[in-house]
């Protein structure tokens, strides 16, 4: 899981769920964190495995990435927008994801690295 918290795409994701899951993000981060830091962490997972497949089957590697981001970190959502969360309680999340990511050893990555 460490691996990746040092993962630009797991603070994307974060922003992501923030704007379009609000509730739910904020219980989460409420009520069981760690519950959150994992999703967070199978999503970006979930991105790598897409992106390499991607890229397994002949597609550019920077057409790979912007597709696999589009889909999986911050795919499209039609609708009305959300409540959005007060903005003390979303820079309390980042700073939160920020601090977990500096306390952890750096790991040298490439963006298809599983």
Request: proline share 7%.
């Amino acid at each position: 899981m460490d691996l990746y918290l040092n993962d630009p795409w797991i603070d994307d994701r974060l922003e992501w769920l923030m704007e379009h899951q609000p509730k739910q993000t904020e219980k989460l981060f409420r009520e069981n964190p760690d519950a959150l830091l994992r999703m967070l962490c199978q999503t970006v997972k979930a991105s790598w495995l897409d992106q390499q497949a991607r890229e397994a089957r002949g597609q550019d590697s920077r057409e790979a990435a912007n597709a696999t981001f589009e889909e999986i970190i911050a795919p499209s959502v039609e609708g009305n927008p959300k409540k959005q969360l007060p903005l003390e309680l979303q820079q309390k999340m980042t700073d939160w994801l920020m601090n977990l990511s500096i306390s952890r050893p750096q790991t040298e990555t490439t963006e298809s690295e599983p």
